[in-house]
């Protein structure tokens, strides 16, 4: 059975290849948005030719999917402080920092319109999502074994609150949030999880 297009991560000149569409297709993002996104113009961009593109891709969607798997990929690694506030203010600065990126910050925009009016790039964007929320998982898991939050929290819902107000910001006004809203929206997950918001209720691990 073949392999969805954009789904095989490739080695050698094929990662090459691959490397240089997703950044032409990054670029074509950002500078058209979803709906103008071009495999023929992508290929161009990226000085390949078109039956590769479409052979390996299939689709802008096939593109788009597979541009998100390697933002995830390529994502810097968790930091950890010692203590669940500290992992969570390292964690809203690292998002605040992407979305502040002119071209990070485009290109998430662009990505996320396109996932409100198609399947597949709403697919994408929710994997991207679930990996990052795991990298960050094992942090809530270490505090709850320090004491720090209660047993049944939900680790993957502590990351996301942290991060979902950030991407509202700039999404609702277009203005990419600054350190000081990074800081507001770590503080508000750590009172919330600390006060048992994202807790089940049943002894156990946290999920």
Request: glycine share 10%.
């Given at each position: 059975?073949?392999?969805e297009?954009?789904?095989?991560?490739?080695?050698?000149?094929?990662?090459?290849?691959?490397?240089?569409?997703?950044?032409?297709?990054?670029?074509?993002?950002?500078?058209h948005?979803?709906?103008?996104?071009d495999?023929?113009d992508?290929?161009?961009?990226?000085?390949?030719?078109?039956?590769?593109?479409?052979?390996?891709?299939?689709?802008?969607?096939?593109?788009?999917?597979?541009?998100?798997?390697d933002?995830?990929?390529?994502?810097?690694?968790?930091?950890?402080?010692?203590?669940?506030?500290?992992?969570?203010r390292?964690?809203?600065?690292?998002?605040?920092?992407?979305?502040?990126?002119p071209?990070?910050?485009?290109?998430?925009?662009a990505?996320?319109a396109?996932?409100?009016?198609?399947?597949?790039?709403?697919?994408?964007?929710?994997?991207?999502?679930?990996?990052?929320?795991?990298?960050?998982?094992?942090?809530?898991?270490?505090?709850?074994?320090?004491?720090?939050?209660?047993?049944?929290?939900?680790?993957?819902?502590?990351?996301?609150?942290?991060?979902?107000?950030?991407?509202?910001?700039?999404?609702?006004?277009?203005?990419?949030?600054?350190?000081a809203?990074a800081?507001?929206?770590?503080?508000?997950?750590?009172?919330?999880?600390?006060?048992?918001?994202?807790?089940?209720?049943?002894?156990?691990?946290?999920r």
């Open positions: 059975m073949s392999a297009p954009g789904t095989v991560r490739p080695g050698g000149r094929t990662a090459r290849v691959r490397a240089a569409v997703l950044r032409a297709a990054g670029d074509a993002l950002v500078e948005g979803f709906d103008r996104l495999l023929a992508v290929a161009r961009r990226a000085e390949v030719g078109k039956t590769t593109v479409y052979r390996r891709w299939g689709s802008a969607t096939g593109l788009v999917a597979d541009l998100l798997a933002m995830a990929e390529q994502s810097l690694p968790r930091e950890e402080t010692g203590a669940v506030l500290g992992d969570l390292a964690h809203a600065s690292l998002v605040q920092r992407t979305l502040a990126d071209r990070q910050g485009a290109l998430f925009r990505v996320i396109a996932a409100a009016c198609d399947a597949r790039t709403a697919e994408a964007l929710r994997r991207f999502c679930e990996v990052r929320a795991a990298e960050w998982a094992p942090c809530m898991e270490q505090a709850a074994e320090r004491g720090e939050l209660p047993r049944g929290t939900d680790a993957g819902a502590v990351v996301r609150a942290v991060s979902a107000p950030l991407c509202y910001e700039l999404l609702t006004t277009g203005t990419a949030p600054g350190p809203a800081q507001r929206a770590a503080r508000a997950a750590y009172e919330a999880a600390k006060a048992g918001v994202y807790a089940d209720g049943d002894e156990g691990v946290l």
